[in-house]
């Protein structure tokens, strides 16, 4: 039993230190769904992240290709096209 709770705690450990920064309030979530004009009355909570996910990727990639327009290191910045299947993770 103790071997099984240390388990546990370790998981949770990892777990909670591999989620730090990446957790954003369901408010922030709103007002940046405002801004792309997601329309959040109409789609799934699931729709909703989904969306909020593709057009956060897609605003990256418009900064990314500005910034390599403007000049910017293309060694440093790595694009990634924001219509690819990474975003499924």
């Known amino acids: 039993m103790r071997l099984l709770r240390e388990k546990v705690a370790e998981t949770k450990r990892r777990q909670a230190k ?5 957790e954003m309030s369901f408010a922030a979530q709103l007002e ?8 959040i009355k109409s789609c799934t909570f699931y729709a909703f992240y989904g969306l909020l996910r593709r057009y956060q990727a897609k605003e990256k990639w418009n900064n990314d290709i500005q910034m390599l ?16 299947s990474s975003l499924d993770d």
Not at 18 to 22: A, M, P, Y
């Open 18 to 22: 591999k989620g730090k920064g990446d």
């Open 32 to 39: 940046i769904a405002s801004v792309f004009g997601i329309d």
């Open 69 to 84: 327009c403007a000049g910017a290191d293309s060694n440093k910045i790595k694009t990634k096209y924001w219509g690819e």
